[in-house]
């Protein structure tokens, strides 16, 4: 098991950037991959990236290649995700979460343990 704690969202306007971090419970984080999904209102949830154990592998989502960059950090238990050049389509709650069933998460449903998540908001 492992705790997430989103934080770095907040409301920008279009183009601007974001960088949100998840600082997870302990050492147990490098023993999951781990992603970012994101929750809009009206809309299922949607797989934004996912990076493997060691960082060296990562695989975005539809509309986020070029634009958003997921890393980790294993020396402090902590899952990044760089936001650049941000659309208002962008927006939604984004959550932090851990797969112990993928190597490489490609799948929403691919996770078994999820932070509460934070919100951004880009408006025009």
């Known amino acids: 098991q492992v705790r997430l704690i989103e934080s770095g969202g907040g409301s920008v306007q279009a183009g601007d950037s974001l960088r949100l971090s998840c600082a997870a419970s302990g050492r147990t984080f490098n023993d999951y991959a781990v992603g970012w999904l994101r929750q809009a209102p009206g809309k299922e949830r949607e797989l934004v990236g996912s990076?493997?154990?060691?960082?060296?592998?990562?695989y975005y989502g539809d509309g986020t290649e070029g634009r958003f960059t997921i890393s980790r950090d294993n020396t402090r238990y902590t899952l990044y995700l760089q936001m650049d050049a941000l659309k208002p389509e962008d927006t939604g709650l984004y959550i932090c979460?851990?797969?112990?069933?993928?190597?490489?998460?490609?799948?929403?449903?691919?996770?078994?343990?999820w932070g509460p998540g934070t919100q951004v908001t880009v408006s025009s």
């Open positions: 979460a851990a797969s112990r069933r993928a190597l490489l998460p490609s799948r929403r449903y691919e996770f078994d343990d």
């Open positions: 990076i493997n154990q060691s960082g060296k592998r990562t």
